[in-house]
């Protein structure tokens, strides 16, 4: 498993190479919420894995691990799923990436 952490150059060079943006990504993870039938304003972005974008929906900077279960994004076709991984990581960064508001 191939993993990337958002803060870090490695994830910078990923997004740069990847063809599906964060932005575009962001906008898909939206719009699979509301094909499924939830409100959500969004979930941070935390980590890259084998090339999926993580969206993860909680996070307490109390507890320093985030549990990767959310929304995938796939970077290469843009392709949405959702994951309940038992796995947990530690982030980086408290906040994660998210789309700013335009």
Same mark, same amino acid.
């Given at each position: 498993?191939?993993?990337?952490?958002?803060?870090?150059? &490695?994830?910078?060079?990923?997004? !740069? *190479?990847?063809?599906?943006?964060? &932005?575009?990504?962001?906008?898909?993870? =939206?719009?699979?919420?509301? &094909?499924?039938?939830?409100?959500?304003?969004?979930?941070?972005? @935390? @980590?890259?894995?084998?090339?999926?974008?993580? @969206?993860?929906?909680?996070?307490?900077? *109390?507890?320093?691990?985030?549990?990767?279960?959310?929304?995938s994004i796939d970077s290469q076709t843009g392709?949405?799923?959702?994951?309940?991984?038992?796995? *947990? =990581?530690?982030? *980086?960064?408290?906040?994660?990436?998210? !789309?700013? !508001?335009?």
């Amino acid at each position: 498993m191939k993993i990337i952490a958002y803060g870090t150059p &490695e994830f910078e060079e990923s997004v !740069k *190479k990847a063809p599906i943006n964060l &932005e575009k990504a962001w906008d898909l993870q =939206l719009k699979y919420y509301e &094909e499924n039938g939830e409100q959500i304003i969004g979930s941070p972005l @935390f @980590f890259i894995i084998n090339d999926k974008y993580i @969206f993860t929906p909680y996070y307490n900077p *109390k507890i320093p691990e985030v549990k990767l279960s959310g929304v995938s994004i796939d970077s290469q076709t843009g392709e949405a799923t959702y994951v309940n991984m038992k796995d *947990k =990581l530690k982030p *980086k960064s408290q906040f994660g990436w998210r !789309k700013t !508001k335009e």
